[in-house]
């Protein structure tokens, strides 16, 4: 088996994520420019990986990201809620002078990057002008949801970003909270039920454990202002159930 097909995410019936193939982990902060929107991708710690770990679903554990068994503990429900149609198939289509932008809205893991210089959906309609169009494809290639999906309309390829198959903790300083996991670079996520979910470059898991769109995040973390103290984290593996 290659080291792509080993690599996948197995969601555990109202338990963690079963992280397979040795994914690399790592903090992923949003950084802002000078008016506060959301601007730039910033790397900071990274954690130590094996072969396989489990990361907390249910947002309780005591030694985040890393399952600790607290959803034995309170009950957590995680039923998986999110559609098993493809994300075609859910998205509202915009039709631009030289792209396409497709949005699939229930992904929306509220980073905010499609806002700066007009929001992109009112963009989407002057990508004849380069300046524009650079500012969209920009836009969209730092959604981590993968909720928008831009194509050229000349040759119909699709236009996705260079990511490296891993897994990012999402940190919004501008809100003050914690969000979602951000799986990169085609890594398949497996139903508890076994069946796999529609594989995509970009994607974001629920790890505050309030979305209602199960296992993807719906933005509730900023709602509830999820923190995930991985400042004080230890960043050792715990072996979760």
Known sequence: MSEEERRKIIVNPHGPYRVVGRVPLSVQSIRPN???ESWEWEEGRTFDVEEEYFLCRCGQSK???FCDNSHLRSGFEGKETASRRPIERQSEHL???THLLSDAET?????RFCDPGGKVWSLIERTDRPEVRDLVIREVAHCPSGRLVLREKSSGQVVEPDLPPSIGLVEDPV???SGPLWVRGGIR???ADGTPYERRNRLTLCRCGASTNMPFCNGSHASIKFQDGLTNAAGTRRRGG
């Not at 992904?107 to 980073?111: H, K, P, V, Y």
């Open 34 to 36: 000078e008016r506060e």
């Open 63 to 65: 030694n985040k990201p």
């Open 95 to 97: 039709d631009g002078p």
């Open 107 to 111: 992904l929306c893991a509220f980073a």
């Open 175 to 177: 809100l003050g909270c």
């Open 189 to 191: 996520v497996e139903s």
